[in-house]
């Protein structure tokens, strides 16, 4: 089983930065084992949407055009912690922001069938 625990949400004004953390544990071997890691978000009005995702084996990087050139994925084997930074953020990235995980290697990077492991989230708000 695979626990995921999201931190650094917080309020920020438009044009701001924030980095959320993802830190997983409870896993036999490190998040360089899992297939993919990524980050969703949802708010009241929205559905759950993909934002960024990893290819843990490749390194290949996925993005939403909405977040695209604003928002980074990175990860940090040693601390078995996945990142997203997020630069330039708007009101519309207000949203209860999502750590998850796939040991899967053939998925829909974006897409969140393809995940079965989920943090609690971490609410980022953002004013204008």
């Known amino acids: 089983q695979v626990q995921l625990v999201e931190s650094g949400g917080g309020s920020v004004q438009a044009g701001g930065s924030l980095r959320l953390s993802c830190a997983a544990s409870g896993y036999t071997y490190s998040i360089y084992y899992m297939g993919y890691m990524g980050w969703f978000r949802q708010s009241p009005e929205k559905e759950r949407e993909g934002v960024a995702a990893?290819?843990?084996?490749?390194?290949?990087?996925y993005y939403a055009d909405s977040v695209k050139g604003r928002f980074t994925i990175s990860q940090d084997y040693a601390k078995n912690t996945l990142y997203l930074q997020m630069n330039s953020l708007k009101p519309e990235d207000t949203a209860m922001y999502y750590c998850a995980a796939t040991t899967r290697t053939s998925i829909q990077a974006l897409g969140s069938s393809g995940y079965n492991y989920w943090g609690q989230g971490t609410q980022v708000t953002v004013s204008s």
């Open positions: 990893l290819y843990i084996g490749g390194g290949s990087t």
